[in-house]
T-cell receptor, first 113, second 114 residues
Framework: AQSVTQLGSHVSVSEGALVLLRCNYS??????LFWYVQYPNQGLQLLLK??????LVKGINGFEAEFKKSETSFHLTKPSAHMSDAAEYFC???????????FGKGTLLTVNP | DTAVSQTPKYLVTQMGNDKSIKCEQN?????MYWYKQDSKKFLKIMFS???????INETVPNRFSPKSPDKAHLNLHINSLELGDSAVYFC?????????????FGSGTRLTVV
């Protein structure tokens, strides 16, 4: 079985500051890891994914994430926050014979002017 | 064209009623899912169908019954609605043989039971 823990249900940054959203996973098989973003009253949009090709993954809107097996982590970063980045962010994991995508509880990112 | 479309977007109904939510995908994916997002934004899988066959059935009350007439459609029927069923329901799809792909989500159906 897989699980995901997102540290911090709410992260607040100033515009232009570094964004760091933390995700730790648990998986008994090599994991596939994803970050999704949900803007208010919208569905989930895929930001980026780790699929074992490269440990540093670049996604849309300037986000990237680094897979660290030794730390079982897949933290999401962006060098400079923009007001439009304010949203809920979800880390998710799947793997093995079970194609179920299991989500973390989400982190709400607010960006202050 | 919307890749995964759900109807209706909003649904307000009284306790005890029966309602359905429809989902259609035009991506050619084999697998479709229903997720429930509660008021705290927690996403939990309910069901998954692969080519019209049920492959995931989480612990969901049997008042919830999914139906997949073909691999492009997955509908969710809910009987005897309860207050606790109020949530946002998301449909998603993925190609079964490509884990790299992730899921594509619809925009959600906000169900409010009064």
């Amino acid at each position: 079985a897989q699980s995901v823990t997102q540290l911090g249900s709410h992260v607040s940054v100033s515009e232009g500051a570094l964004v760091l959203l933390r995700c730790n996973y648990s998986s008994s098989v090599p994991p596939y890891l994803f970050w999704y973003v949900q803007y208010p009253n919208q569905g989930l949009q895929l930001l980026l994914k780790y699929t074992s090709a490269a440990t540093l993954v670049k996604g849309i809107n300037g986000f990237e994430a680094e897979f660290k097996k030794s730390e079982t982590s897949f933290h999401l970063t962006k060098p400079s926050a923009h007001m439009s980045d304010a949203a809920e962010y979800f880390c998710a994991v799947t793997g093995g014979s079970n194609y179920k995508l299991t989500f973390g509880k989400g982190t709400l990112l607010t960006v202050n002017p | 064209d919307t890749a995964v479309s759900q109807t209706p977007k909003y649904l307000v109904t009284q306790m005890g009623n029966d309602k359905s939510i429809k989902c259609e995908q035009n991506l050619g994916h084999d697998t479709m899912y229903w997720y429930k997002q509660d008021s705290k934004k927690f996403l939990k899988i309910m069901f998954s169908y692969n080519n019209k066959e049920l492959i995931i059935n989480e612990t969901v009350p049997n008042r919830f019954s999914p139906k997949s007439p073909d691999k492009a459609h997955l509908n969710l029927h809910i009987n005897s609605l309860e207050l606790g069923d109020s949530a946002v329901y998301f449909c998603a799809s993925s190609p079964l043989t490509d884990r790299n792909y992730g899921y594509t989500f619809g925009s959600g159906t906000r169900l409010t039971v009064v």
